[in-house]
């Protein structure tokens, strides 16, 4: 696929006007509030992986409205101190998967925290365990899709809920220095780690890659590709929908949630990605951190032949060198 967004000169310098509703802080704050009463977690039970080199346990923690949501801890084998941690946020149409999937941060000896995608998991890998029970509301079977009319009906409201409180069920785990810990994911894990930079002001660092959600609108007119293909595929249908979609989308909108994070970042694109198109990366990156009133360390590593995959593992090795130096370790 050729490189069809913006040239590159353009991209390092693509602020758009953000569409964010005016009650969207008042919005989110009453969302966390309603599902953030309770202790976050709800078992720790061990799990026997095969693997001698890492532990594990299968962790249920509390999510939006309490809904229990599944997760894999994993940490270095007989690790002697509280270490850092890092929350994973897996991809669209992914769930947890099984434990010796994911093992790069334990390797690298950081706490793991694997959190499930309620709802999805039967498109790729090796699925996943937890439900979403609020499915009830108008909209298409995919999750872009499921209660696309109402932002108090929407799938995106829940995940992130979900992807907040994941945060604090890993710093009541067993093991985890609380003080440092990070939200890593790639596409719709990473549109979610880039919204819990917003939403949870004392991160340590969030590594985002290749973001969903972000530069939503333009994103519908440059790309068909699901997910976004999902919601152009749904209002082709529901003619007249766009109003209210489109003021629902506005609540989930990854550059609003970059525009409020602090915490350190570090970003991956690929400039030929037709399934997360850079234009939305760069625009969340270069707004990053501006109501603040801070200047967040940032940075971006463009892959320009690269599509959805981006860097792939040389990425992977920047952000361990990068966080490595972040956090001090």
């Known amino acids: 696929m050729p490189a069809f967004d913006l040239p590159l000169a353009e991209l390092e310098n693509h602020r758009p006007a953000p569409h964010e509703p005016a009650d969207f802080d008042a919005f989110w704050q009453a969302t966390l509030k309603e599902s953030g009463q309770a202790e976050p977690v709800l078992s720790v039970r061990p799990f026997d992986s095969g693997l001698r080199m890492v532990e594990t346990w299968d962790v249920t923690f509390r999510g939006f409205a309490g809904d229990p949501v599944r997760a894999w801890y994993t940490r270095p084998a007989e690790a002697p101190r509280p270490l850092p941690a890092v929350v994973e946020y897996a991809g669209y149409g992914r769930g947890r998967g099984l434990p010796h999937e994911r093992l790069t941060w334990a390797a690298a000896g950081y706490a793991h925290l694997l959190m499930d995608n309620r709802g999805q998991g039967d498109q790729y890998g090796c699925g996943g365990d937890t439900p979403d029970p609020h499915t009830t509301a108008p909209g298409g079977p995919g999750p872009a899709v499921r209660g696309l009319l109402d932002p108090y009906d929407y799938h995106y409201r829940r995940l992130i809920t979900d992807a907040v409180r994941a945060v604090a069920a890993l710093r009541a785990l067993p093991g985890v220095d609380g003080s440092r810990v990070t939200a890593v994911g790639n596409s719709q894990g990473g549109g979610l780690a880039l919204a819990v930079a ?111 995959e981006g860097g792939d593992a040389v990425h992977v090795r920047r952000q361990l060198t990068w966080l490595d130096s972040v956090l001090g370790n």
């Open 198 to 308: 917003g939403l949870v002001p004392d991160l340590a660092a969030v590594l985002v890659s290749a973001p969903f959600l972000c530069g939503i609108r333009r994103a519908l007119d440059l790309t068909d590709a699901a997910p976004y293909g999902e919601i152009t595929a749904y209002l082709a249908v529901h003619r007249g929908a766009e109003a209210a979609a489109y003021r629902t989308l506005s609540y989930v909108e990854g550059v609003s949630f970059a525009r409020r994070a602090t915490a350190p970042a570090h970003f991956g694109v690929g400039l030929r990605d037709t399934v997360c198109p850079p234009s939305g990366a760069y625009a969340a990156y270069n707004r990053y951190g501006e109501l603040t009133g801070h200047d967040p360390l940032k940075e971006l590593h463009a892959y320009p032949f690269n599509q959805h």
